[in-house]
C-alpha cells in the first residue's frame, strides 16, 4: 500500500515538507496504481508503433536528435533513447503529470501552482552524470522548479537506477563567468569539481532509489542526482520524469492550460537540428 493508504492529504503534504526542507527530496511509494502505469506505457508503446510523426527523441548513444517516426527498427533495438515531451502530444502521458493526487502535494512544495513544461520518456536508464536540473532549466525565481520521476516498472539494481544526495539542494550554486547560474558548456568541468568538493565538504553520500512500479520520486531542482552506471545493458529501466515551473515564471508568451489543479505549457516541440522552430501538436 502506497503512502496514500495511510495519511489523509493534509498529512501528506505536511510530511513532505518536513523532509523536503532536510533532504532536497521526497518518494511516494506505490503512487500510483497498476492501471494508471499501464495506462501510460500502453500510450507509449503506441506511439512508437505508429511512428509518431512529431515526437521528438534523442540517441543516447550517437546524440543525434531526430524524429521518433525517422528512428530504424535496427536502432530502437540496440540504442537508448530518452522521448521528448511526450505530455504535449499523449493525455495518458500527461494524465501521470497532473491529476487530483500529485498536484496538490507539488503545489504545496513549490509555494505556488505548478506548470508542466516538459517530460522525459526513458526505456533504459539515462546514466546521466550527476548534475542539477537548475543548471540546464533555470527558472527565473530561485527554487522556482520541481520535478518527479515516476516508475513505469520495478527497476533492477543492475538496470542503473537513479542515484541522489540527500541535502545537496543546501549547497551554494556554482556561478559561470557570464554571472548567472546557468551552464556554459565550456566550464562544466569547473562545475563538477566545485561540486565534488562540496559534497566531500558536508560530508554527504549518495543513495539509489530502488523503485518499484508506481514510485513516484520529487526531488528540488538544486538536488544533485544523476543516473548509476548500467551494468546489464539488456535490462530496461521505463520511467517518466516531468519538470514544473512555479506560474509566476511562466509570464513568457507560452499558452497554460488548466488542467485538475495544475497548469500545463502548450508550446512546440524541440526543433530538429536545421529547423527554425519546433512543430506545434494538436490540442488535445
Known amino acids: 500500500m502506497g503512502l496514500l493508504g495511510f495519511f489523509g492529504k493534509k498529512e501528506i503534504i505536511k510530511v513532505s515538507k518536513e523532509q523536503w526542507e532536510r533532504e532536497g527530496f521526497y518518494a511516494l511509494p506505490g503512487f500510483y496504481s497498476k492501471k494508471d502505469i499501464d495506462s501510460a506505457r500502453a500510450a507509449q508503446e503506441q506511439a512508437w508503433s505508429q511512428a509518431h510523426e512529431r515526437i521528438v527523441v534523442d540517441d543516447l548513444e550517437t546524440g543525434a536528435r531526430k524524429r521518433l517516426k525517422d528512428v530504424e527498427r535496427q536502432e530502437r533495438g540496440s540504442h537508448r533513447f530518452k522521448l521528448n515531451d511526450l505530455y504535449l502530444e499523449l493525455p495518458e502521458i500527461r494524465a501521470l503529470a497532473i491529476n487530483k493526487k500529485i ?32 543548471i540546464y532549466m533555470t527558472p527565473t525565481t530561485p527554487h522556482n522548479l520541481i520535478a518527479i520521476w515516476v516508475a513505469l516498472e520495478d527497476c533492477h539494481l543492475d538496470a542503473g537506477p ?118 506545434f501538436p494538436p490540442k488535445t
Open 103 to 134: 498536484t496538490p502535494i507539488l503545489n504545496e512544495l513549490l509555494g505556488e501552482t505548478t506548470v508542466l513544461c516538459n517530460s522525459l520518456s526513458f526505456e533504459q536508464g539515462s546514466s546521466q552524470p550527476d548534475h542539477v536540473d537548475a
Open 162 to 279: 537513479l542515484r541522489y544526495y540527500p541535502g545537496s539542494h543546501k549547497i551554494q550554486q556554482y556561478v559561470f563567468s557570464d554571472g548567472t547560474t546557468h551552464f556554459i558548456p565550456e566550464e562544466m568541468g569547473e562545475w563538477h569539481q566545485y561540486m565534488q568538493s562540496e559534497v566531500k565538504r558536508l560530508d554527504l553520500e549518495p543513495k539509489i532509489f530502488a523503485a518499484k512500479r508506481g514510485d513516484v520520486f520529487i526531488w528540488s531542482c538544486y538536488l544533485l542526482h544523476g543516473g548509476s552506471p548500467i551494468v546489464d545493458k539488456t535490462r530496461t529501466r521505463k520511467s517518466l520524469v516531468f519538470h514544473y515551473f512555479g506560474e509566476s515564471d511562466c509570464k513568457n508568451g507560452h499558452e497554460l492550460i488548466h488542467q485538475d489543479g495544475g497548469l500545463w505549457m502548450y508550446r512546440a516541440h524541440q526543433p530538429i537540428p536545421g529547423e527554425a522552430v519546433g512543430v
